[in-house]
């Protein structure tokens, strides 16, 4: 998301804005440092289930070193999101009723190998259920992988368990959820095209292609999958989702489409042709720059919706102080204008900086890392705000990094306008004095499931707050010495 063109120069003392916070939840802490929010946290059977706006959830007890209750803010970012069918229930638990096999196949916070090759062994010479069983013992795997945050290993899990028991409908939704999670919308309808096959009536199948389509941005497509889904099974999630489908199904009724090498457009009337040609040429441009700073390159095109002012708040209803938003989509008002400004050509390089960051970080780039490189990559710099940030820090008023790393929506205006200060700040150091391939490196990290303070110590040997001690001086040093 992206503050209005309007920058507002904050006032002293901003920071106490933030004494209001929103609703508080249950944290689940991980040994590898990773934080997981969530509404509800109970334990059952050696495995801690949590639940969340997205779904019900379950982990093993060996990967949690503990809870925090009353602590966590929800992750409103991911509300209505997409989620796994539920580890405790559904057909892949058919293979392993009394969960034998998933307990011996990953005990003692790792996997047993040893064990799963024996079963491997089993099913190639036929053995009655080593099949299932070497299927079984895969998935186990493929849910302490994602467990760890690691999805590229447990997608890589959950594709053996399919070679062994390949008609096993939550096999190939998980398999599917886990390309959504890669933003690789394509193979996820391929895996959950063939679960509907086995499990014509299943509710996860459809909620989980909902979002495929969305996120492909063929929003009726996405309405027809979750009404679906619905008809199968009450789910306030997808309703909610289906609901924003709507509005944007009814608002885009009439829109023109058009698309490029990485982009699919729709706009409305009021912008014209030449608008939006010019639009797709400088996100292309755009996309090449952040492709080369990032070293990365999302899969699939990425959507974007050109709005009337009106239409942007109608539909997103975003806070007053977003100037454009990104949730899956670009969403960008444009109206008024027949060319592209330097002001608008840098609102898209932002936006599109988000779309990058989620797809490479798998969706767990802390907010302040996110906002903080868009800002730096469309060209902003700490300057104007460098004394008062110095200023907060030296009065012991700067607000902790750790305490930005969730979702910005509740924000008001200058508490938003320091959030966006303080982050670009932090990241213009990091870039600055270790430059964009330890940043890379970061994120990379985060993507494999280390929490944002454990990245940062395994890339640049500190802490929050060294990183922090650091971007003052840097503000000190470059802007006032």
Same mark, same amino acid.
């Given at each position: 998301?992206? &503050?209005?063109?309007?920058?507002?120069?904050?006032?002293?003392?901003?920071?106490?804005?933030?004494?209001?916070?929103?609703?508080?939840?249950?944290?689940? *802490?991980?040994?590898?440092?990773?934080?997981?929010?969530?509404?509800?946290?109970?334990?059952?059977?050696?495995?801690?289930?949590?639940?969340?706006?997205?779904? !019900?959830?379950?982990?093993?007890? *060996?990967?949690?070193?503990?809870?925090?209750?009353?602590?966590? @803010?929800?992750?409103?970012?991911?509300?209505?999101?997409?989620?796994?069918?539920?580890?405790?229930?559904?057909?892949?638990?058919?293979?392993?009723?009394?969960?034998?096999?998933?307990?011996?196949? *990953?005990?003692?916070?790792?996997?047993?190998? @040893?064990?799963?090759?024996?079963?491997?062994?089993?099913?190639?010479?036929?053995?009655?259920? /080593?099949?299932?069983?070497?299927?079984?013992?895969?998935?186990?795997?493929?849910?302490?992988?994602?467990?760890?945050?690691?999805?590229?290993?447990?997608?890589?899990?959950?594709?053996?368990?399919?070679?062994?028991?390949?008609?096993?409908?939550?096999?190939?939704?998980?398999?599917?959820?886990?390309?959504?999670?890669?933003?690789?919308?394509?193979?996820?309808?391929?895996?959950?095209?063939?679960?509907?096959?086995?499990?014509?009536?299943?509710?996860?199948?459809?909620?989980?292609?909902?979002? %495929?389509?969305?996120?492909?941005?063929?929003?009726?497509?996405?309405?027809?999958?979750?009404?679906?889904?619905?008809?199968?099974?009450?789910?306030?999630?997808?309703?909610?989702?289906?609901?924003?489908?709507?509005?944007?199904?009814?608002?885009?009724?009439?829109?023109?489409?058009?698309?490029?090498?990485?982009?699919?457009?729709?706009?409305?009337?009021?912008?014209?042709?030449?608008?939006?040609?010019?639009?797709?040429?400088?996100?292309?441009?755009?996309? /090449?720059?952040? @492709?080369?700073?990032?070293?990365?390159?999302?899969?699939?095109?990425?959507? *974007?919706?050109?709005?009337? $002012?009106?239409?942007?708040?109608?539909?997103?209803?975003?806070?007053?102080? %977003?100037?454009?938003?990104?949730?899956?989509?670009?969403?960008?008002?444009?109206?008024?204008?027949? /060319?592209?400004?330097?002001?608008?050509?840098?609102?898209?390089?932002?936006?599109?900086?988000?779309?990058?960051?989620?797809?490479?970080?798998?969706?767990?780039?802390?907010?302040?890392?996110?906002?903080?490189?868009?800002?730096?990559?469309?060209?902003?710099?700490?300057?104007?705000?460098?004394?008062?940030?110095?200023?907060?820090?030296?009065?012991? $008023?700067?607000?902790?990094?750790? !305490?930005?790393?969730?979702?910005?929506?509740?924000?008001?205006?200058? @508490?938003?306008?320091?959030?966006?200060?303080?982050?670009? %700040?932090?990241?213009?150091?990091?870039? $600055?004095?270790?430059?964009?391939?330890?940043?890379?490196?970061?994120?990379?990290?985060?993507?494999?499931?280390?929490?944002?303070?454990?990245?940062?110590?395994?890339?640049? &040997?500190?802490?929050?707050?060294?990183?922090?001690?650091?971007?003052?001086?840097?503000?000190?040093?470059?802007? %006032?010495?």
């Amino acid at each position: 998301m992206r &503050r209005a063109a309007s920058r507002l120069l904050f006032l002293f003392p901003w920071v106490l804005l933030f004494a209001a916070g929103p609703l508080i939840a249950d944290t689940i *802490v991980l040994k590898n440092g990773r934080r997981i929010w969530a509404t509800r946290v109970f334990e059952k059977d050696g495995k801690i289930g949590y639940e969340t706006a997205t779904g !019900s959830f379950s982990l093993s007890a *060996v990967l949690v070193d503990h809870i925090d209750r009353g602590t966590g @803010e929800p992750d409103s970012e991911f509300s209505a999101s997409i989620a796994p069918p539920s580890t405790e229930a559904g057909p892949a638990r058919e293979l392993d009723p009394a969960g034998e096999i998933s307990r011996r196949a *990953v005990h003692d916070g790792a996997i047993d190998r @040893e064990y799963i090759a024996i079963l491997e062994i089993d099913a190639r010479q036929g053995k009655p259920e /080593s099949g299932d069983a070497a299927a079984m013992a895969h998935h186990a795997a493929a849910q302490f992988e994602l467990g760890r945050g690691d999805i590229e290993k447990a997608l890589g899990e959950e594709k053996a368990a399919l070679i062994y028991a390949p008609e096993q409908p939550g096999l190939l939704m998980t398999a599917g959820y886990l390309h959504l999670r890669l933003s690789e919308y394509k193979q996820a309808l391929n895996y959950l095209e063939k679960a509907r096959l086995l499990a014509p009536h299943s509710p996860d199948v459809a909620k989980l292609a909902g979002w %495929a389509y969305y996120r492909s941005n063929k929003i009726e497509d996405a309405v027809r999958e979750w009404k679906r889904s619905l008809a199968l099974r009450a789910d306030p999630d997808v309703q909610a989702a289906l609901d924003k489908a709507l509005r944007d199904k009814q608002e885009e009724a009439n829109y023109a489409e058009n698309e490029s090498a990485h982009f699919t457009l729709k706009y409305s009337g009021e912008a014209a042709p030449e608008l939006a040609r010019a639009v797709l040429r400088t996100l292309e441009g755009h996309f /090449s720059s952040v @492709e080369a700073a990032l070293n990365y390159t999302p899969p699939d095109r990425i959507g *974007v919706v050109l709005y009337t $002012q009106q239409a942007f708040g109608d539909i997103t209803r975003a806070p007053g102080w %977003a100037g454009a938003l990104n949730d899956g989509r670009l969403r960008i008002p444009v109206q008024g204008l027949s /060319s592209v400004s330097p002001e608008l050509s840098r609102v898209l390089k932002h936006e599109l900086t988000h779309s990058f960051l989620t797809q490479t970080s798998r969706g767990l780039c802390p907010v302040w890392l996110n906002e903080g490189l868009a800002q730096y990559l469309e060209g902003a710099r700490s300057g104007m705000e460098a004394a008062a940030l110095i200023r907060a820090y030296e009065e012991k $008023q700067a607000k902790p990094l750790n !305490s930005l790393e969730g979702s910005w929506m509740n924000l008001q205006g200058e @508490e938003a306008n320091y959030a966006y200060a303080w982050s670009l %700040a932090n990241v213009e150091y990091l870039v $600055q004095t270790d430059g964009m391939a330890d940043v890379v490196r970061i994120l990379d990290r985060i993507a494999a499931g280390r929490s944002t303070e454990h990245a940062l110590r395994d890339v640049l &040997r500190g802490d929050y707050g060294d990183v922090t001690a650091g971007a003052v001086a840097y503000l000190r040093q470059t802007y %006032a010495p």
